[in-house]
C-alpha cells in the first residue's frame, strides 16, 4: 500500500544527530517507514521529484541539506555553490516533507576527524582521475548521514549515476542497513538535466546546454545494437565542441554495473558526459 505522505506544512528542523536519531527512531517506533533524501540544497525539482518518490515508498520523509567541503577541489566552486537555506526549506514545506536535517561542518567533521571511505574501481574511471578526492568524499558524506539517521532507504538522482554506483557499492560493502535507490534524471522541457548549477550558465550557455543530452541520446542510439563505440563517439565528441562546450573532459560509453569503458554494447550500458560551458562543468548520462 502506497503510504499518504504529509500535508504542505512547516518543515522539522534537525541541527544534530542525536535529534535526527530520536526522530527516525520514534517514526519507526509508530511503524512508520523512513526515507532520507541526501542534498546540497539549492533545491529544485529534481530533488522535489525525489522527495515525491520518496514520499510514494515511505510514509515519512527526510530532507539532509549540507553542503560538503570534502567532496569539492581546491579550485571548485565550494565558496560560490547557491545556498539558499529559507528558500530549500519553503519548497519542502510545500511538497509535505516531514522533517530537514541541517548539520553544521563541525557535526559532521568534529576536530580530529581521521575517516574516509574509498570505493576502489568504480571511482578510478569518469570523473574519478579529473576530480580527485571528490568520491571519497561523497562515500564518506553518505556513509555518516546513513549511519547517522539509519532511515530504510535514501534515494539519489541518476544524473549522477557513477555517484549513485558509488554509493550503493560502499553501502553493500559496508553492510549498512539502508535500501539505496536510484531516480530517473529530472530534466527540463528542452532535455537540460536539473542541477543546482544550472543558474550558473548565462543565457547563451543556458540556451547551447541541452545540446548535451542530444548528443548522448543520438550515441545511444547509434551504439544499441552492438556496434562499435568509437565512431559514435568521436561524431557525438564534435558535436559538443561545435555547440561550444570546451572542454569536454569526457563522453564515454560504459558498462552500468562495473562503469568499464567498452568498445561495443552486449548488455545494460550508460554514455556518460562530462564539460565545460564556459565557466560550468556539466554532467548528464542515459541509459543505452
Ligand atoms: O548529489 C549530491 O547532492 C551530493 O553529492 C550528496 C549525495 C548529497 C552528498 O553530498
Known amino acids: 500500500m502506497t503510504p499518504s505522505p504529509s500535508p504542505p506544512g512547516p518543515v522539522l528542523r534537525l541541527g544534530d544527530v542525536a535529534a535526527l536519531r530520536a526522530q527516525v527512531r520514534a517514526w519507526r517506533a509508530a511503524g512508520e517507514g523512513v526515507a532520507l533524501v541526501p542534498t546540497m540544497g539549492a533545491l529544485h525539482e529534481g530533488h522535489l521529484s525525489l522527495v515525491r518518490r520518496a514520499q510514494a515508498r515511505c510514509r515519512r520523509v527526510v530532507v539532509s541539506i549540507f553542503v560538503n567541503p570534502t567532496q569539492f577541489g581546491p579550485n571548485e566552486d565550494f565558496s560560490r555553490y547557491p545556498r539558499v537555506l529559507e528558500a530549500d526549506l519553503a519548497l519542502l514545506a510545500e511538497v509535505g516533507a516531514d522533517a530537514a536535517f541541517l548539520p553544521e561542518v563541525a557535526t559532521m567533521y568534529p576536530p580530529g576527524f581521521a575517516t574516509t571511505v574509498t570505493v576502489a574501481g568504480l571511482t578510478e574511471v569518469l570523473c ?161
Do not use: C, W
Request: no cysteine; proline share 6%; hydrophobic share 45%.
Open 128 to 288: 574519478g582521475p579529473l576530480r580527485p578526492g571528490h568520491f571519497a568524499g561523497v562515500a564518506t558524506v553518505v556513509t555518516k548521514l546513513l549511519l547517522q539517521g539509519l532511515p530504510d532507504r535514501a534515494l539519489f538522482g541518476e544524473k549522477d549515476f557513477q555517484q549513485l554506483q558509488v554509493i550503493r557499492r560502499a553501502a553493500r560493502d559496508l553492510d549498512i542497513p539502508v535500501a539505496i535507490e536510484g531516480a530517473p534524471t529530472f530534466r527540463e522541457a528542452d532535455g537540460l538535466a536539473m542541477s543546482s548549477r544550472n543558474r550558473y550558465l548565462s543565457a547563451e550557455e543556458r540556451r547551447v546546454a541541452p545540446v548535451m543530452h542530444a548528443v548522448l541520446q543520438q550515441v545511444a542510439e547509434a551504439v544499441r545494437g552492438g556496434g562499435e563505440t568509437a565512431p559514435a563517439l568521436a561524431q557525438g565528441r564534435a558535436a559538443l565542441e561545435a555547440a561550444g562546450f570546451s572542454p569536454v573532459q569526457y563522453l564515454s560509453v560504459n558498462d552500468a554495473e562495473s562503469l568499464a569503458p567498452l568498445d561495443r554494447v552486449e548488455g545494460p550500458a550508460r554514455v556518460l558526459a562530462a564539460a565545460y560551458l564556459g565557466r560550468t562543468r556539466l554532467i548528464d548520462n542515459v541509459a543505452v
